[in-house]
């Protein structure tokens, strides 16, 4: 080695070092929550639609009593914007994530809240151990509002910009018609080129979830009725999701009924406690066989 290289040697070794921030995976990060399927659903199932949060108070009393609205996306799947006027909104679909989604959206949030309203908000990719979403809101359940476009994005005005219209317009090119059901929690339909959907994010513990579907499906009961198809689940956060293909020119009123007629077979279902018999265990391996996992 020469001189040169031994005397820039030591320099380098006395840089400073960066904190390798390490990353937990946990599998249900809405787990604590009341709604906690319809965080999930919002996360995974629907394109456009918001609810109010509520910081709890120490927040409130460190940043003020700022209006925070959760929305399924942001533009650019930004994970937080605030606003001119101090509102602040968090994004559940973004593109950077660490292994705990709640953990992501509250220093996404709090992130937001420590940036002058107006300003850029800045959130690591990797936020590292800190608060989560159970411990910066006050819970409850989620009032959601289903919207048709992503014109809640945008301030009055905005969207006389003609730059920003057509960012619009790209963004509510695609969505597709969502409907949030009233006959399920959690439960909704959507319009799909050539057919439609039921994705219902179901409450309860995977393995007992799994049983009673399994006995339904061993009793040819799976199906919402005629023209409809038990297309499979996925799981999603810790929870089962089923979905059905069902005919598209039906309209998601149509569908309320049956699916309510569906949530009480499954509610019969999760009673059982008798072991699986043979068709049961059979109905059981072809649900696995068909499961999907997402993260």
């Known amino acids: ?119 850029q908000v800045t959130v690591p990719p990797l936020p590292g151990p800190g608060p989560r ?10 009032e959601i509002s289903m919207h048709e476009g992503f014109e809640f994005w945008l301030d009055p005005g905005a969207a006389d910009d003609p730059t920003v219209q057509a960012s619009l317009e790209r963004a509510n090119a695609a969505i597709y018609p969502t409907v949030r059901l009233t006959a399920a929690k959690a439960a909704y339909w959507c319009q799909v080129p050539e057919k439609a959907h039921v994705r219902w994010v179901l409450p309860d513990d995977e393995d007992a979830a799994l049983d009673a579907l399994a006995r339904l499906g061993a009793a040819g009961l799976l199906p919402l009725g005629e023209q409809t198809k038990f297309a499979g689940m996925f799981r999603a956060h810790g929870r089962l999701v089923p979905v059905w293909d069902l005919p598209e020119e039906t309209p998601a009123s149509e569908w309320e009924e049956p699916v309510a007629q569906f949530a009480k077979r499954y509610a019969e279902a999760l009673t059982a406690t008798d072991p699986l018999d043979a068709a049961g265990r059979r109905a059981r391996q072809g649900l696995l066989g068909r499961q999907l996992t997402l993260r």
């Open 1 to 119: 080695m020469s001189k040169r290289r031994k005397s820039q040697r030591p320099a380098a070794d006395t840089a400073p070092r960066r904190d390798k921030v390490r990353d937990i995976f946990v599998p249900r990060p809405f787990d604590g929550l009341v709604d906690e399927p319809e965080w999930i659903a919002l996360r995974e199932l629907v394109p456009a639609a918001s609810a109010p949060l509520r910081l709890t108070p120490a927040l409130v009393e460190e940043f003020g009593d700022r209006p925070v609205t959760l929305a399924t996306v942001l533009p650019m799947a930004a994970p937080a914007i605030t606003k001119p006027d101090g509102r602040v909104l968090i994004g559940l679909q973004r593109h950077q994530q660490s292994g705990d989604v709640s953990r992501d959206l509250a220093e996404a949030l709090l992130s937001a809240l420590r940036t002058e309203p107006g300003g």
């Open 133 to 142: 979403l159970q411990d910066i809101l006050v819970d409850g359940p989620l």
